[in-house]
Each structure stands twice: as structure tokens, then as C-alpha cells.
């Protein structure tokens, strides 16, 4: 391989969705497919965004928004061996991989949440992650809470 001439990366063009022309609508829609199947997700995740609009009366992309910035976790711990001792060290992690996190969390947390079905339960579940509550909170406050723990081994990058 040349070393003189090396590849230029160029940004990727993110896709928007149809309706909300979002790209975070996009990114969350492309967490809920499961065996390729697009357009079930779409449906879930529209049927959803309706249900948020009729429960809270307010735009439902705004919720969204909300319910992923409070879920993103400023830093994230992993394990690193020095000396024959494994020690978990906090990391400040970049916003988009945050941003990434946060929806995993919340699709992870809804799909476990008990309901008829996984429209109602994702929409209960960002309802609950705008107010402060809900599995996905919980999880980004245990990883803030193991951060913090384990503040001491943050040198041992």
C-alpha cells in the first residue's frame, strides 16, 4: 500500500427519515430494525412518536431529543490490566458515541419493559427518560456512579 498518497476520509452523508427529516430519527430507527425488516421499524417507531404526541401534547421529536440527551453518558469505564491487576478506568466519551449509547439504552430498556407491544413501550419509555426515570436512566447513573467510584485509576490510561 502507497504511504504517499493515502485516502482522504470524507464524512458520510447521514440519511434523514422520511417524515421527521431527522437524522436522529434515523440512527434510532436503524437500532430498532431486527432481521432487516425496515418497515416494521418504521412503524413501530411512527406509531410510537403518535402515541408520544397524544400522551404529553408536545412535538414528539422535541421528546425524543430530550429523552436521548438525558440518557447520554458523559464517561464510560473500561477495564484495563496493568500489573497483573485489572482496574476499571472512567473515560470521557465523544457526544455522537454518547448519542449512540443512550439510544442502545433506551431500545434495550423498552424492549424489557412489560406492555402489548413494543410501540406503547418505547413510548412510555422516553416519556420516562425526559422525566428523569425509567431503566435507561438507571443505567446511564450506574456508569456515572462506577466512574466516579474508580475516579482514583483515571491516570492508568
Same mark, same amino acid.
Given at each position: 500500500?502507497?504511504?504517499? $498518497?493515502?485516502?482522504?476520509?470524507?464524512?458520510?452523508?447521514? &440519511?434523514?427519515?422520511?417524515?421527521?427529516?431527522?437524522?436522529?430519527? $434515523?440512527?434510532?430507527?436503524?437500532?430498532?430494525?431486527?432481521?432487516?425488516?425496515?418497515?416494521?421499524?418504521?412503524?413501530?417507531?411512527?406509531?410510537?412518536? &403518535?402515541?408520544?404526541?397524544? &400522551?404529553?401534547? #408536545?412535538?414528539?421529536?422535541?421528546? !425524543?431529543?430530550?429523552?436521548?440527551?438525558?440518557? @447520554?453518558?458523559?464517561?464510560?469505564? #473500561?477495564?484495563?490490566?496493568?500489573?497483573?491487576? @485489572?482496574?476499571?478506568?472512567?473515560?470521557?466519551?465523544?457526544?455522537?458515541?454518547?448519542?449512540? !449509547?443512550?439510544?442502545?439504552? !433506551?431500545?434495550?430498556?423498552?424492549?424489557?419493559? !412489560?406492555?402489548?407491544?413494543?410501540?406503547?413501550?418505547?413510548?412510555?419509555?422516553?416519556?420516562?427518560?425526559?422525566?428523569?426515570?425509567?431503566? +435507561?436512566?438507571? #443505567?446511564?447513573?450506574?456508569?456515572? &456512579?462506577? +466512574?466516579?467510584?474508580?475516579? +482514583?485509576?483515571?491516570?492508568?490510561?
Amino acid at each position: 500500500m502507497s504511504r504517499r $498518497n493515502t485516502a482522504k476520509k470524507t464524512k458520510r452523508a447521514d &440519511k434523514f427519515d422520511p417524515i421527521y427529516q431527522n437524522r436522529l430519527v $434515523n440512527m434510532v430507527l436503524n437500532r430498532i430494525i431486527k432481521h432487516g425488516k425496515k418497515s416494521l421499524a418504521y412503524r413501530i417507531l411512527y406509531r410510537a412518536m &403518535k402515541q408520544i404526541q397524544q &400522551k404529553t401534547e #408536545k412535538n414528539p421529536l422535541l421528546v !425524543l431529543r430530550k429523552a436521548i440527551k438525558e440518557v @447520554t453518558p458523559r464517561l464510560i469505564v #473500561k477495564s484495563r490490566r496493568k500489573s497483573g491487576s @485489572t482496574y476499571q478506568v472512567p473515560f470521557e466519551i465523544k457526544p455522537n458515541r454518547g448519542k449512540i !449509547l443512550a439510544i442502545r439504552w !433506551l431500545l434495550k430498556a423498552s424492549r424489557k419493559r !412489560l406492555g402489548p407491544n413494543m410501540e406503547s413501550k418505547l413510548s412510555y419509555e422516553l416519556i420516562d427518560a425526559t422525566k428523569g426515570k425509567g431503566k +435507561a436512566i438507571r #443505567k446511564k447513573e450506574e456508569i456515572h &456512579k462506577m +466512574a466516579e467510584a474508580n475516579r +482514583a485509576f483515571a491516570d492508568y490510561l
